[in-house]
């Protein structure tokens, strides 16, 4: 088997129990660090507000099973008591693959900036480097606090790890990284923090939740996403989908 070939083939099972162990490490971390320090950040519209800037960019995996997005908003409205937590939308419900990007008008200086329109043209290489890997299960269990947002864990088997770096081996100059340098670990982000104003209930409320088990779901495509941005504030949605190859997840040949 050439190496191009080799190339294909998902995540085993073993290295998808590694990546879920190592997945759990971070999220535990993190959480850790929270604890420390019992400090959240307010999104405000200025934080986005940058010359020339007209959208965001990601990939990610979008949250369709109605029943786990019911799930999601039910044990984030449980938290609204603690009186810092604004949730999401169900039909925000996504899990990140590549970490954001910012569209400009301006110059672009990758892996933060990128010419305005970068989605159209990146969309039909990203197609082809995902043509032959087939859909994939995530398990979403036990939340989290982020010192920007509520999340949920997602334990996906190292998948988003390897379409990352199928999408880099075409597209070079996509961020493996937040723009807070922190490096991209599975999570549904389900809540933003309106104030730090009830953050100690928020951490006794969470504490209680950090293995609770909210659904298993398939993901047969993932979605380059842009978001229109105008003066820090994020408005019409592009989702254009990459489908997975369900041939592939059974070992057969992708269509050309």
């Not at 070939?5 to 590694?18: E, V």
């Not at 925000?92 to 301006?106: E, I, N, R």
């Not at 047969?220 to 996403?225: A, D, G, H, S």
């Not at 408005?235 to 369900?246: C, F, N, T, V």
């Amino acid at each position: 088997m050439s190496k191009s070939s080799a190339s294909l083939d998902p995540p085993s099972a073993s290295l998808g129990s590694l990546a879920d162990a190592e997945t759990r490490e971070r999220h535990e971390r993190l959480w850790q660090e929270f604890l420390q320090r019992p400090t959240v950040f307010v999104y405000e519209p200025r934080y986005l507000h940058i010359p020339g800037v007209v959208a965001m960019m990601t990939v990610q995996a979008r949250i369709t099973d109605r029943s786990i997005r019911r799930r999601l908003r039910r044990v984030v409205e449980s938290l609204r008591e603690t009186s810092c937590v604004e949730p999401y939308t169900e039909d925000y419900f996504h899990m990140t693959v590549v970490p954001p990007m910012l569209l400009t008008t301006k110059e672009h200086r990758p892996p933060l900036l990128f010419r305005d329109g970068f989605e159209v043209e990146a969309l039909g290489p990203m197609r082809e480097a995902l043509r032959g890997y087939g859909p994939f299960e995530v398990k979403v269990q036990g939340l989290n606090v982020f010192r920007d947002v509520l999340v949920a864990v997602a334990l996906d088997g190292g998948h988003s790890a390897e379409i990352r770096r199928r999408l880099a081996g075409i597209l070079p100059e996509l961020p493996d990284k937040y723009w807070n340098t922190l490096p991209a670990v599975p999570h549904i982000s389900l809540a933003q923090f309106t104030g730090s104003a009830g953050v100690t209930q928020l951490r006794d409320a969470v504490a209680q939740l950090r293995d609770v088990y909210l659904g298993t779901l398939r993901v047969t495509r993932v979605y380059l996403v842009r978001s229109a941005l105008r003066d820090g504030v994020f408005g019409e949605l592009k989702k254009l989908a990459i489908p997975l190859s369900p041939k592939a997840a059974r070992g057969e040949p992708a269509e050309p």
